[in-house]
């Protein structure tokens, strides 16, 4: 399954250069290794047991990105994000890539990296011309996702998981978490500012701008929009139930309040869901889904388990240990990675809010910024941007690498000299 996993993955690592699309080739290899699976587990039951449990836990993430597209897609074709793009009015790449920057981390606190990465690649589609530079801005917005995520219990999976489950609080992974993770975006953004692509491009974003107009009641699609993706948390807070409901539910006030404002206009036909349907990227979907499949294979067959033990056996040192979680959310989704480590460390052994745990839930939240497939954000920037993965590693891994190891140096020296926020 390991040769497997890692023949596939090289499929869609090398897709333009095989002329393979990466959505088939993940699905090949998630069928493949889930046929590999149900021969090797104890029996045909225990495999049908495990996949059921594995699409139970991906089709949520699945629906959760397809209703956050499409809901992306409706404001979008009102025009709504030019309520945002009006109001960022810098001419200037650096000054741009931080406020890009800051703009996204503070937003995925707030909502989960994978919402917030939709929808500010979508603003960035309104702001900057397809360029070398929007696809770096593209990366930015994956960085700082993921370092805007691991600092609340609700800005990412893997610390929703954690926090759900007592490994950590909530305030006191606030506190001690928010540093290290504006060092681990701080950085990157620092040595991206001096790059050529940043240095050397001619930014005017009045082409775009100045070409749209509000669409009709653009306004209110804007406010309902974005709010019913702020409220997602709040809707999973209150009833219990995963966070694809509460964004099933937004769609369908979408779906609704658009049929009613444009009810009997057939020109507008385009401002309603089933047009902006047949606009998202389904394709996109489809990869995401054979690859959360493809891993899911991974971890009911114990591959990861053994990791976690592998790296317990072999690295005596906390912080090593959580960096090495971290490097390898980079390879292989932090979701698996982290369940697999709170199956192996019960609270016995570390404690609530423990130096480990925080440095886990800072490491896998952060760590997979280093490769474009190994964070949601970065599966969706993507399938939205069309960046592929060798430009990612060309261009973004060791800044992001130095981002990450900046961030944890900066947990380890706070924890030393116990400085957090009061």
């Not at 030019?82 to 650096?94: A, F, G, Q, S, Y």
């Not at 011309?129 to 593209?138: I, N, Q």
């Not at 020109?267 to 309603?272: A, V």
């Not at 896998?364 to 280093?370: I, K």
């Amino acid at each position: 399954m390991v040769v497997l996993f890692g023949v596939g993955y090289a499929g869609i690592i090398f897709e333009e250069y095989l002329a393979l699309n990466k959505s088939g080739v993940s699905l090949l290899m998630a069928a493949s290794l889930w046929t590999i699976r149900s021969f090797g587990a104890p029996s045909r039951n225990v495999a049908l047991v495990e996949l059921t449990r594995a699409c139970a836990e991906v089709s949520g993430i699945v629906f959760f990105l397809l209703g956050a597209m499409t809901i992306v897609e409706i404001v979008d074709a009102h025009h709504g994000f030019k309520l945002v793009t009006d109001n960022i009015t810098t001419r200037k790449p650096r000054i741009l890539l931080w406020v890009i920057g800051f703009v996204t981390f503070f937003l995925s606190s707030i909502l989960d990296n994978l919402t917030t990465t939709i929808v500010m690649v979508s603003l960035l589609r309104k702001l900057v011309p397809s360029s070398e530079y929007r696809k770096l801005l593209g990366a930015v917005v994956v960085i700082a996702a993921n370092a805007g995520g691991a600092w609340t219990p609700i800005g990412d999976v893997t610390t929703a998981m954690l926090w759900i489950h007592g490994q950590i609080s909530t305030l006191k992974t606030m506190k001690d978490l928010f540093l290290p993770c504006v060092v681990s975006l701080a950085v990157p953004l620092t040595l991206l500012s001096f790059t050529r692509e940043v240095k050397g491009y001619g930014y005017d974003s009045s082409v775009i701008l100045e070409s749209e107009e509000m669409a009709p009641r653009g306004k209110i699609v804007f406010s309902v929009g974005v709010g019913t993706l702020i409220l997602v948390p709040v809707f999973k807070a209150l009833t219990g139930l995963p966070p694809y409901m509460g964004m099933l539910l937004g769609l369908g006030v979408i779906w609704i309040l658009t049929d009613a404002i444009h009810y009997g206009k057939s020109e507008r036909q385009r401002l309603k869901v089933p047009q902006a349907l047949s606009r998202i990227d389904t394709q996109g979907a489809v990869f995401f889904l054979g690859i959360l499949l493809s891993v899911s294979s991974l971890e009911a067959a114990g591959l990861l388990r053994h990791l976690a033990k592998y790296l317990d056996a072999h690295i005596p040192n906390v912080e090593l240990i959580a960096s090495a979680i971290g490097m390898a959310s980079a390879i292989i989704d932090n979701v698996p990675l982290v369940a697999a480590t709170m199956g192996m460390y019960d609270l016995t052994y570390f404690t609530q809010d423990s130096r480990f745990w925080q440095m886990v839930a800072f490491c896998a939240g952060t760590g997979g910024s280093m490769l474009v497939l190994g964070s949601a954000a970065g599966v969706a920037l993507m399938a939205m941007e069309k960046v592929d993965f060798l430009w990612y590693l060309r261009k973004v891994t060791c800044f992001a690498f130095a981002g990450y190891a900046a961030g944890i140096a900066a947990y380890v020296a706070a924890h030393n000299l116990r400085i957090s926020l009061p």
